[in-house]
């Protein structure tokens, strides 16, 4: 996909501000509209990326087969339905079959999709069916916790909560011993 064009972008939020009652030529706002294009192009930059490349075969031979788990990944995300930010941590863990991922690939595979526009629940199976795919898995699990600014600033104001959305494939999904501990090793 190719990158998106800056300057159609800074037109249309210009076109915004003035629709919104401001004053776009104004000290303030002047350079306003093409931050406002740099800043959705860097937050929407997934779109761009593909696994191959963000995973740059980055895979290490293991002997034994155990649960790897990388938890307090951040996460910043914007929603799809009102474009406002969603934001917190997610916990991957897979057990390997043979070969593991460098870690900082998994901080990168869990960016490569929170820089999109995302709903909760499809961002947390993304992850999981990337991570399963590049890893060969025997089992996968996912679980993200976030608060939803369009949730905190609008709608129903509610500041507080939190929402947790789960994926688990492969053993994870069959296999409830190996769900309950991924569970406790990520608490
Ligand atoms: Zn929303």
Redesign the pocket.
């Known amino acids: 996909m190719k990158e998106p064009d800056e300057k159609k972008i800074a037109a249309l939020v210009k076109k915004l501000l003035v629709e919104l009652g401001e004053d776009p030529e104004r000290d303030g706002l002047k350079r306003t509209p093409l931050r406002v294009a740099k800043s959705l192009a860097f937050l929407t930059r997934g779109y761009r990326q593909n696994l191959k490349a963000v995973v740059n075969n980055a895979k290490f031979a293991s002997g034994t087969n155990h649960m790897v788990i990388l938890k307090d990944i951040e996460l910043y995300s914007l929603?799809?339905?009102?474009?406002?930010p969603?934001y917190g941590r997610c916990a991957i863990g897979y057990i390997s079959k043979g070969k593991v991922l460098g870690v900082s690939k998994l901080a990168r595979i869990v960016d490569m999709f929170a820089r999109r526009l995302q709903?909760q629940e499809r961002l947390t199976e993304e992850i999981a069916d990337a991570v399963m795919e590049e890893s060969g898995a025997e089992g996968v699990g996912v679980v993200i916790r976030a608060k939803?600014?369009?949730?905190m600033m609008r709608?129903v104001e509610k500041q507080n909560s939190e929402m947790t959305t789960s994926a688990v494939l492969g053993s994870f999904r069959s296999d409830e011993k190996v769900r309950s501990e991924f569970l406790s090793l990520i608490r």
């Open positions: 929603c799809e339905h009102h474009m406002l969603f709903i939803h600014l369009c949730m709608g």
